[in-house]
């Protein structure tokens, strides 16, 4: 597999349904598991966090090392689960949604000239594509203001869930059951 892209530890309280998003930037250094393609263990590296991703399968192997790195970062915190996606998930979460509702914090005017300070957009998933991909390689933190939009994306996802979750608890499984070939 190769590198993960956006890291976050995510909790989540099975009573009250609230979530609480810990961002893991993509440049953070730590030591990671090395194996190699038939799972058999290389060493240990320092490198970005999100290269643990690389030395698994690409799928569960590759999560593992990745919640194992993850874990060591954070001075072994136990994580209990784990979700993997890729891009295209995103899309069909904010279908089913009917479009993510945002109201930006700042302006990111850079991405779309709509997306201004305090203006509410419902996107599309073309435009969710870009506010979570869009990276200004000029600028230092670029690749930290990527993760930390995706962030923002993944809160506001999580509470337009549960809304519809509370509403409708079925609508769990019509989530499960899109996401579930990512």
Not at 13 to 22: G, K, P, R
Not at 83 to 105: C, H, Q, R, S
Request: include cysteine.
């Amino acid at each position: 597999g190769g590198n993960a892209d956006i890291m976050a530890l995510v909790t989540f309280n099975v009573n009250t349904f609230d979530t609480s998003i810990l961002y893991v930037p993509r440049d953070t250094m730590t030591d990671i598991i090395k194996m190699d393609t038939d799972g058999n263990y290389l060493g240990t590296a320092y490198t970005n966090i999100t290269v643990s991703h690389s030395y698994g399968d690409g799928k569960e192997m590759s999560c593992r090392l990745t919640t194992a790195a993850v874990s060591h970062l954070l001075y072994g915190i136990p994580i209990n689960r784990y979700v993997a996606l890729n891009y295209d998930a995103f899309a069909t979460l904010n279908e089913l949604l009917g479009g993510l509702k945002i109201t930006f914090k700042e302006d990111h005017t850079d991405i779309d000239p709509s997306y201004t300070k305090g203006n509410t957009v419902v996107m599309d998933s073309e435009q969710l594509r870009r506010y979570i991909t869009y990276r200004d390689r000029s600028q230092v933190e670029g690749a930290y203001d990527r993760g930390a939009r995706s962030m923002e994306v993944l809160q506001v996802m999580f509470n337009q869930c549960k809304g519809r979750i509370a509403a409708n608890p079925t609508v769990a499984l019509d989530f499960w059951d899109a996401l579930s070939d990512y």
